[in-house]
């Protein structure tokens, strides 16, 4: 199998900024066959969203809410992802949860995290 642990969360006021981290680790079989990571989100009362993927070929979707204030990037060499949160808005609260994909798509992920609460005061 494949656990993904999470961390970096916690309370940050409006405009601040925050850094999640996702390390896989489990099997090394399965690791290998992960072609896809993201950050999904999940806000009291809502539905969850994807907030940021990427492949190994490179290529990245944003939710629009996001674009031009996330970033996501990963260290294959580390098994890591991870989600650079700047400008942060009190409508960014949620719990952000860590993804992976054997295929390369956003969607009908394959493993999940237990999530890291991200809080953003006004």
């Known amino acids: 199998q494949v656990q993904l642990v999470e961390s970096g969360g916690g309370l940050v006021p409006a405009g601040g900024s925050l850094r999640l981290s996702c390390v896989a680790s489990?099997?090394?079989?399965?690791?290998?066959?992960?072609?896809?990571m993201g950050w999904y989100r999940q806000a009291p009362g809502k539905q969850r969203e994807l907030v940021a993927g990427?492949?190994?070929?490179?290529?990245?979707n944003y939710a629009d809410s996001v674009k031009g204030r996330f970033t996501i990037s990963k260290d294959n060499a580390k098994n890591t992802v991870y989600l650079q949160m700047n400008s942060l808005k009190p409508e960014d609260t949620a719990v952000y949860y860590c993804?992976?994909?054997?295929?390369?798509?956003?969607?009908?992920?394959?493993?999940w995290g237990k999530g890291t609460l991200v809080t953003v005061s006004s």
């Open positions: 990427i492949t190994n070929s490179g290529t990245i």
């Open positions: 489990g099997s090394i079989y399965r690791i290998s066959r992960i072609n896809a």
């Open positions: 993804t992976a994909a054997v295929q390369a798509r956003f969607d009908g992920m394959d493993y």
